[in-house]
């Protein structure tokens, strides 16, 4: 009966861990020139990382030994999850003769982006959670300032300088805060794919299959999705709405009064931000410009959104965070110009 309690008590704890790196996850992509809440997605995945290692030398711990490490040696193994990281690879990861887990091992062990988030959501989890507090208390030794060190960790993968301009407000949110945190999100997104993988090995032995499926969505991640995964529940909310967007016919928008054209991914020179291989834009007196995505009307500028109530592209989650969507508002504004030709 105790090995019942203990097995269910596994799977409860890799299932919670799941659900705080998806809410995490999401809450990151939320952050925005609006929003600045670090503390949420740094809680939630701080958390959710630290739970899944854990669970992983767990149920190594118990198909090497016959049993699970007992709670004096859990407790050494501390909440420093770069530590925690290290100590993965050092004692508990396989790199077999599988070439992908050998990849993985030499990304576990020598990304310095990768090292350098886990050290942030890692001095978090162990006491920078309450540097206001400590601050505050006139605390001698102050931790790192989390928000500070990660908007540091954000301008180092992507300057912002080139988002400063009269459109900053608008470039900032549409381009700088997606295209930072998807990279950040796909090295997170590797690291939990690595570990994820060795659920499945045959040579670990033990149970440590029976728990795999809890990961299965990071899993089955190819390189080239990661980062591009929409995990924000604003979207879901705006997606249960669905039926009050405005919808239209192809026939519909090839007879609108207003310059359109079609534009198919296969003849698009440049990065698709889209996740409907083909999109008509269209301008709308001059200043309104509009894509439509398997039907329904989005709006490409704030202009369009103030005006006609569509949602943006990604606020939809019709196109994917860190991908821009700027060559197609400057097609749409190429429209609406004198010298366009309005091609349907």
């Keep these: 009966m105790r090995d019942v309690i203990r097995n269910f008590c596994l799977q409860d704890e890799l299932e919670a861990a799941y659900k705080l790196i998806v809410a995490g996850f999401g809450d990151l992509q939320e952050i925005d020139m609006g929003n600045d809440f670090y503390h949420l997605p740094h809680q939630s995945l701080a958390s959710g990382i630290e739970r899944l290692m854990k669970c992983y030398i767990c149920l190594v711990c118990e198909a090497r030994n016959g049993s699970f ?142 728990y795999s499926s809890v990961f299965t969505s990071f899993r089955k991640l190819r390189d080239e999705e990661l980062g591009t995964t929409d995990y924000r529940r604003s979207v879901k909310i705006l997606r249960r709405k669905k ?15 207003y310059p359109t054209k079609r534009i198919f991914r296969d003849h698009f020179n440049g990065e698709w931000p889209f996740r409907s291989d083909q999109v008509f834009i269209e301008c709308r007196e001059i200043l309104f410009f509009i894509v439509n995505i398997e039907g329904y009307d989005f709006a490409l500028n704030g202009a369009a959104a103030s005006r006609y109530k569509f949602p943006c592209p990604y606020e939809a989650g019709v196109a994917i965070l860190g991908k821009s969507i700027s060559p197609f508002i400057e097609m749409a504004r190429n429209l609406g110009k004198p010298s366009a030709d309005g091609v349907k």
Aim: hydrophobic share 30%; with cysteine; proline share 4%.
């Design 243 to 257: 039926e009050k967007w405005s919808k239209r016919t192809e026939e519909e928008i090839q007879k609108s009064a």
């Design 69 to 210: 490490p007992n709670c004096q040696d859990l407790k050494k193994l501390g909440h420093d999850l770069s530590s925690l990281s290290e100590t993965i690879c050092c004692k508990y990861i396989s790199k077999n003769k599988i070439p992908r887990l050998k990849e993985d091992y030499s990304f576990l062990v020598n990304d310095e982006l990768l090292k350098r988030i886990i050290h942030i959501l890692s001095e978090f989890g162990k006491k920078a959670r309450y540097y206001n507090l400590d601050v505050v208390t006139g605390k001698q030794k102050l931790p790192i300032n989390p928000k500070e060190k990660w908007e540091e960790l954000e301008s180092s993968i992507e300057d912002i300088a080139p988002y400063l301009g009269s459109e900053a407000t608008e470039a900032l949110q549409r381009d700088y805060y997606p295209r930072v945190h998807s990279q950040i999100i796909a090295k997170l997104e590797r690291f939990i794919r690595a570990i994820a993988m060795q659920f499945t090995l045959e040579e670990h032995g033990g149970r440590l299959r029976q």
